[in-house]
């Protein structure tokens, strides 16, 4: 059985050094996919742990020159410290570049100017940009090119250039060379390309809140119960079993089931939902959520990975690694672009040697450097990990999980939207719905459930709760009997009183007067008798959620087809149906021909969205372009599906749409400005406006270009994070 693994990869900072991690992992023995998110630095890898492990697969990472650690045991996540990091080196860097601005302005002489500027550019060279040269010098070592390439032979050339004019003026000047010297524009790239991987990161951190506020969902102590004493112990300590208290205003720590006490709990985390759930004895409880004013102790159930809160977050982080099929064609490009690039460089500086105006090495030299720095992929390699990681955050922040790019693409193209009926638009639960009582003096919904009290058949449970629910006090009955399929008696203050179908009132003689007794039930009718006879009958069916027939008017006004699938009768069927308002239905379709009925309409050209909560809607859910879960599903059906909605109603599919739709239309603009910025700006960095208009770009404003378009491919997808 595969595993997966998320790797730290440090190093990386274009396209093309995701593209060289993810080309060395998928080429590893015992790999079945890999994915690397330059936005996140991390690699997730899907393995086989017979034939691999995660420390070869870290050899792997750190055999193409960039930096690996094997993951901890634990997903409480790590602080992104990169733009920390990057503080002290962009304020050196920009005070640097304000003193090479400044110093020519100084009167002093030419030469001593020059070797002052040489002064000031030796730290940002030497400190504030080296991992420019070094990461560029392994790259070459492994016979690949990135992004620190182009930077590294842009300002390399350029600085030593200008070093050589400086410690060597009177040669140059004897063959009739002006000492020109480039050491601002060194700084200057540098002090750019810093402020805008300072940007990226602080943005890479905004875009990554989402996990850290789940992570900051588990309170670090717990008040454990030991031989009757309340002991506060860390969270990494309590074992499954243990008693927990919780007082007022207290964060659940892990998941379990309530002992003692009540309270009213905020779970919203989970389903969005901000009214508070009552919790009592033996209530389920679940970690990360908020107590209210009440005090209640509970025993755990789960920890670690195993709890709610925890495989939310791995969901997360999987989804935010992963790719949707649009990255493809960015990640094809990224991976030639450096090795055309410094062609395309090469070109320019023959060219400007050749036919450029004296001092013609000088034009081509500069020429040369700007087409370098502004052709950086930067922008190109953000494009899509950006957006699918801020849109995956923001999903979850809504309760709406979405497993990752792939996910995102396929859900915002569906044209249809098949929805399974029980406890999809529906409950999925027995409930009362009416209760008809052939005398208005006789309490057949107290008696029946009295009777029932003792049952365990979900008819049974629905009329106990409808009459809890309704205040109503059970009375206590004797001689209970049982009779599986058809129903109960037992005797109620001195009344025997028979609740069931219609085959048990038959086997005891009961006629049903009046005669269509039942038949205009929506449900199942339960028929009650006192004494030997007919005293009313109760409406018993699955409920419409209260948010489905909205959600479906919804998915309506966003162009898409709505189909109904059960396997109900078709009555039952169509009455649902007509109470949300779907006119397409398809009714007694078994499981396995759900599957079908899924391929019916992809065979027609639809892209399918099925929404399902059963095991016997997986099949469908995985045979769909896109499958949506609903959390109280079985954990098949949410393995099965794309997106998962955390909250138990229809509204969070139009809901997953429409976020989908936005997140892909931000790729695609992200996309669309990355690749018309290169088409544009390379030529144009290459002096093909010179000759007409005598335009040119220099080599710092190439790299303000280039730090710019990060900044908005980045700022761009931010945007969804108000989706």
Same mark, same amino acid.
């Given at each position: 059985?595969?595993?997966?693994?998320?790797?730290?990869?440090?190093?990386?900072?274009?396209?093309?050094?995701?593209?060289?991690?993810?080309?060395?992992?998928?080429?590893?023995?015992?790999?079945?996919?890999?994915?690397?998110?330059?936005?996140?630095?991390?690699?997730?890898?899907?393995?086989?742990?017979?034939?691999?492990?995660?420390?070869?697969?870290?050899?792997?990472?750190?055999?193409?020159?960039?930096?690996?650690?094997?993951?901890?045991?634990?997903?409480?996540?790590?602080?992104?410290?990169?733009?920390?990091?990057?503080?002290?080196?962009?304020?050196?860097?920009?005070?640097?570049?304000?003193?090479?601005?400044?110093?020519?302005?100084?009167?002093?002489?030419?030469?001593?100017?020059?070797?002052?500027?040489?002064?000031?550019?030796?730290?940002?060279?030497?400190?504030?940009?080296?991992?420019?040269?070094?990461?560029?010098?392994?790259?070459?070592?492994?016979?690949?090119?990135?992004?620190?390439?182009?930077?590294?032979?842009?300002?390399?050339?350029?600085?030593?250039?200008?070093?050589?004019?400086?410690?060597?003026?009177?040669?140059?000047?004897?063959?009739?060379?002006?000492?020109?010297?480039?050491?601002?524009?060194?700084?200057?790239?540098?002090?750019?390309?810093?402020?805008?991987?300072?940007?990226?990161?602080?943005?890479?951190?905004?875009?990554?809140?989402?996990?850290?506020?789940?992570?900051?969902?588990?309170?670090?102590?717990?008040?454990?119960?030991?031989?009757?004493?309340?002991?506060?112990?860390?969270?990494?300590?309590?074992?499954?079993?243990?008693?927990?208290?919780?007082?007022?205003?207290?964060?659940?720590?892990?998941?379990?089931?309530?002992?003692?006490?009540?309270?009213?709990?905020?779970?919203?985390?989970?389903?969005?939902?901000?009214?508070?759930?009552?919790?009592?004895?033996?209530?389920?409880?679940?970690?990360?959520?908020?107590?209210?004013?009440?005090?209640?102790?509970?025993?755990?159930?789960?920890?670690?990975?195993?709890?709610?809160?925890?495989?939310?977050?791995?969901?997360?982080?999987?989804?935010?690694?992963?790719?949707?099929?649009?990255?493809?064609?960015?990640?094809?490009?990224?991976?030639?672009?450096?090795?055309?690039?410094?062609?395309?460089?090469?070109?320019?500086?023959?060219?400007?040697?050749?036919?450029?105006?004296?001092?013609?090495?000088?034009?081509?030299?500069?020429?040369?450097?700007?087409?370098?720095?502004?052709?950086?992929?930067?922008?190109?390699?953000?494009?899509?990990?950006?957006?699918?990681?801020?849109?995956?955050?923001?999903?979850?922040?809504?309760?709406?999980?979405?497993?990752?790019?792939?996910?995102?693409?396929?859900?915002?193209?569906?044209?249809?939207?098949?929805?399974?009926?029980?406890?999809?638009?529906?409950?999925?639960?027995?409930?009362?719905?009416?209760?008809?009582?052939?005398?208005?003096?006789?309490?057949?919904?107290?008696?029946?459930?009295?009777?029932?009290?003792?049952?365990?058949?979900?008819?049974?449970?629905?009329?106990?709760?409808?009459?809890?629910?309704?205040?109503?006090?059970?009375?206590?009955?004797?001689?209970?009997?049982?009779?599986?399929?058809?129903?109960?008696?037992?005797?109620?203050?001195?009344?025997?009183?028979?609740?069931?179908?219609?085959?048990?009132?038959?086997?005891?003689?009961?006629?049903?007067?009046?005669?269509?007794?039942?038949?205009?039930?929506?449900?199942?009718?339960?028929?009650?008798?006192?004494?030997?006879?007919?005293?009313?009958?109760?409406?018993?069916?699955?409920?419409?959620?209260?948010?489905?027939?909205?959600?479906?008017?919804?998915?309506?006004?966003?162009?898409?087809?709505?189909?109904?699938?059960?396997?109900?009768?078709?009555?039952?069927?169509?009455?649902?149906?007509?109470?949300?308002?779907?006119?397409?239905?398809?009714?007694?379709?078994?499981?396995?021909?759900?599957?079908?009925?899924?391929?019916?309409?992809?065979?027609?050209?639809?892209?399918?969205?099925?929404? !399902?909560? +059963?095991?016997?809607?997986? @099949? $469908?859910? *995985?045979? %769909?372009?896109?499958? &949506?879960?609903?959390? =109280?599903?079985?954990?098949?059906?949410?393995?099965?599906?794309?997106?998962?909605?955390?909250?138990?109603?229809?509204?969070?599919?139009?809901?997953?749409?429409?976020?989908?739709?936005?997140?892909?239309?931000?790729?695609?603009?992200?996309?669309?400005?990355?690749?018309?910025?290169?088409?544009?700006?390379?030529?144009?960095?290459?002096?093909?406006?010179?000759? !007409?208009? +005598?335009?040119?770009?220099? @080599? $710092?404003? *190439?790299? %303000?270009?280039?730090? &710019?378009?990060?900044? =908005?491919?980045?700022?761009?997808?931010?945007?969804?994070?108000?989706?």
């Amino acid at each position: 059985m595969s595993q997966v693994v998320t790797i730290p990869v440090t190093g990386m900072t274009c396209a093309a050094c995701s593209a060289r991690v993810e080309r060395a992992l998928r080429d590893s023995p015992g790999v079945e996919t890999a994915n690397v998110n330059l936005m996140t630095s991390e690699a997730t890898v899907e393995f086989s742990p017979s034939a691999t492990s995660p420390e070869t697969l870290v050899a792997a990472v750190r055999a193409t020159g960039y930096g690996a650690e094997v993951p901890a045991s634990d997903h409480s996540g790590h602080h992104d410290h990169a733009a920390e990091d990057l503080r002290p080196k962009l304020l050196l860097s920009l005070v640097a570049a304000a003193l090479v601005m400044l110093l020519p302005m100084l009167p002093l002489a030419p030469s001593t100017v020059r070797f002052l500027l040489l002064g000031v550019t030796l730290p940002v060279i030497g400190w504030a940009g080296r991992h420019f040269y070094s990461r560029a010098w392994k790259a070459f070592r492994h016979h690949s090119a990135d992004m620190n390439t182009l930077i590294a032979v842009g300002t390399g050339a350029a600085f030593l250039s200008s070093a050589g004019v400086t410690l060597a003026a009177d040669w140059f000047t004897t063959h009739g060379i002006p000492p020109h010297v480039y050491f601002e524009a060194v700084v200057w790239i540098i002090a750019l390309i810093l402020l805008g991987n300072h940007l990226e990161a602080r943005a890479r951190g905004k875009a990554s809140e989402a996990i850290r506020l789940l992570i900051g969902l588990r309170p670090a102590e717990v008040r454990v119960l030991r031989q009757d004493r309340e002991v506060v112990i860390p969270l990494e300590q309590v074992q499954v079993g243990d008693e927990i208290v919780i007082r007022p205003g207290e964060r659940i720590p892990l998941d379990g089931t309530v002992l003692n006490g009540s309270s009213a709990v905020d779970e919203s985390m989970l389903s969005g939902e901000p009214v508070p759930v009552e919790k009592t004895l033996g209530a389920s409880v679940t970690g990360g959520t908020l107590n209210g004013l009440g005090t209640f102790r509970f025993r755990v159930t789960r920890i670690g990975e195993q709890t709610v809160l925890a495989r939310i977050i791995r969901a997360v982080k999987e989804a935010q690694g992963s790719k949707p099929p649009i990255q493809r064609l960015a990640d094809r490009i990224s991976a030639i672009f450096v090795p055309v690039v410094i062609s395309i460089a090469i070109a320019t500086f023959v060219i400007w040697f050749d036919v450029g105006p004296a001092p013609a090495y000088l034009h081509a030299m500069v020429a040369a450097v700007t087409v370098l720095i502004i052709a950086c992929p930067c922008a190109m390699g953000l494009a899509v990990p950006t957006a699918v990681m801020v849109a995956t955050g923001r999903g979850a922040g809504m309760g709406v999980l979405i497993r990752g790019g792939e996910a995102i693409e396929l859900a915002s193209k569906a044209t249809v939207v098949i929805l399974d009926k029980t406890g999809t638009v529906t409950e999925g639960r027995a409930n009362v719905v009416g209760v008809h009582a052939l005398s208005d003096s006789t309490p057949i919904l107290q008696l029946a459930a009295s009777v029932e009290h003792g049952s365990e058949h979900a008819l049974g449970q629905a009329i106990v709760t409808a009459a809890q629910a309704g205040g109503l006090t059970l009375e206590p009955v004797e001689d209970f009997a049982a009779f599986p399929g058809r129903g109960v008696m037992a005797k109620s203050g001195g009344r025997r009183v028979l609740v069931g179908n219609r085959q048990l009132l038959l086997e005891n003689g009961v006629e049903l007067d009046p005669a269509g007794a039942g038949a205009d039930a929506s449900g199942t009718a339960v028929f009650v008798v006192i004494d030997g006879k007919l005293a009313g009958w109760l409406d018993i069916a699955d409920r419409v959620r209260p948010t489905s027939a909205a959600a479906v008017q919804e998915l309506k006004s966003m162009g898409l087809e709505v189909v109904m699938i059960t396997g109900d009768n078709w009555e039952t069927a169509r009455r649902v149906a007509h109470e949300v308002g779907i006119e397409k239905v398809r009714a007694e379709v078994l499981p396995e021909h759900k599957r079908d009925a899924v391929a019916q309409f992809q065979s027609e050209g639809h892209v399918v969205a099925m929404v !399902g909560d +059963g095991i016997n809607d997986a @099949p $469908a859910l *995985a045979q %769909a372009d896109i499958g &949506i879960a609903m959390s =109280s599903g079985s954990d098949i059906a949410i393995e099965a599906g794309g997106i998962t909605l955390m909250r138990n109603d229809l509204a969070g599919v139009p809901r997953a749409l429409r976020l989908t739709r936005r997140a892909l239309d931000v790729i695609r603009q992200n996309l669309f400005w990355a690749f018309i910025y290169n088409l544009a700006c390379i030529p144009i960095a290459a002096g093909i406006l010179y000759p !007409g208009l +005598g335009l040119r770009l220099s @080599p $710092a404003m *190439a790299a %303000a270009a280039m730090a &710019i378009s990060s900044i =908005s491919v980045v700022t761009n997808s931010l945007r969804l994070r108000h989706a």
